[in-house]
């Protein structure tokens, strides 16, 4: 039996068919068609100006922090709790990445932990949803306006997710996605860069084509920078898949609902009133049961998971900084729930009784 399988797409007869035509057609006048398209579509679907298609999320960070100007010396906030691509990009601009504590229930950065970081050398916070989650976004950036700083959303994990009716990925300067094979909209690898700020939107352009202006036909690049851009065949299959986001988060939602119902008594994934989770994984924490053991007990009856993100500031590769030192002692819910947390298989091709079989384990292992 094959197993259970953690995360994973759902590519329908629409998204063979845009590929399709994209491979065969988008070249020659057409090549920046479905560029075009999914652009304009992913901006008003988030409910910003300017959207840029990206080959990765990660590209998407590294721009927005060159864009905003960030450099050496400089100090950028990031939750303790993230995937690490959240935070590497700090380091491409040579600037100093700082590990904020994250909130007991929304597993996100919060306003007082943001705010208990911030020093003078602080130029930015990159907030992230995590798992589908969002913070409570309106503090967050009460305290980043009154301490000057800029906001960068990491919505990767957390498509169609809203906070009062506004989408994800809209609540800061700048907001990035990932469309990675294993994130609720794919493009197999891609990335959106968003926002509503036309300085960064032109200085992003300018920036992810090796400093040449758009539309500039005497190829005179003005500086050296990045080139970063995803295909026509990968934005067909980006447009096809918005095109069907409803379905999607719909179908994320329901997983997480059949888990909910069959372990009431676990602690998952939040969803406080005025926002919607789209729950890109399932999760769960579960105090007096570590996450190795879940790691081995799960694989062996043929279920994949993945462990809870480990606090940046304990893996081997922030080994030996300040700032890791600093975190793994001041950032005390991270330590207190990371150790215990797993990911639980949360793939758009599951149905019900796959999630019931899964449940059965965890069920079986908890009453042990
Ligand atoms: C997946 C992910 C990224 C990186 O996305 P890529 O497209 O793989 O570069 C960044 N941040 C978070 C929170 C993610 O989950």
Aim: hydrophobic share 40%; with cysteine; net charge negative.
């Amino acid at each position: 039996m094959a197993q259970v399988p953690i995360s994973g797409p759902w590519i329908t007869e629409k998204e063979i068919a845009y590929v399709t035509d994209a491979v065969t057609n988008a070249w020659y006048g057409n090549h920046s068609l479905y560029h075009d398209r999914f652009e304009r579509a992913f901006a008003d679907y988030t409910g910003v100006k300017h959207a840029i298609s990206l080959p990765s999320c990660t590209s998407g960070l590294h721009l927005a922090l060159a864009a905003l100007g960030i450099g050496p010396g400089d100090e950028v906030i990031v939750p303790d709790v993230t995937w690490i691509a959240t935070a590497a990009p700090i380091q491409y601009v040579g600037a100093i990445p700082v590990f904020a504590d994250i909130d007991r229930d929304t597993w996100c950065i919060s306003a007082t932990s943001l705010d208990a970081v911030i020093t003078p050398r602080t130029k930015a916070v990159i907030v992230v949803d995590l798992y589908g989650n969002m913070p409570d976004m309106a503090a967050l950036r009460a305290v980043a306006k009154a301490r000057g700083i800029a906001v960068i959303e990491d919505a990767a994990e957390a498509h169609g997710s809203e906070q009062g009716g506004e989408r994800s990925g809209s609540f800061g300067d700048v907001g990035v996605f990932s469309f990675h094979g294993s994130k609720t909209l794919t493009t197999g690898e891609g990335g959106m860069l968003v926002t509503d700020r036309t300085d960064l939107y032109e200085r992003a352009m300018f920036l992810r084509d090796h400093g040449r202006a758009p539309g500039d036909r005497y190829f005179f690049n003005r500086e050296v920078a990045f080139k970063y851009k995803m295909s026509s065949m990968q934005a067909a299959l980006g447009l096809a898949q918005l095109e069907r986001i409803d379905e999607l988060v719909d179908k994320k939602r329901q997983i997480f609902a059949w888990y909910r119902e069959e372990l009431p008594d676990f602690v998952m994934n939040s969803e406080a009133p005025g926002t919607k989770n789209t729950y890109w994984m399932v999760s769960m924490i579960t105090p007096g049961t570590p996450k190795q053991r879940w790691m081995e007990l799960l694989p062996q009856n043929g279920i994949d998971c993945r462990p809870f993100f480990h606090p940046l500031s304990s893996i081997p590769a922030y080994e030996g900084t300040e700032q890791a030192a600093v975190a793994r002692t001041r950032n005390t819910v991270s330590y207190e729930l990371a150790p215990f947390g797993i990911n639980l298989p949360s793939a758009l091709n599951l149905d019900r009784a796959t999630v019931q079989r899964v449940c059965d384990v965890v069920r079986a292992e908890a009453r042990r």
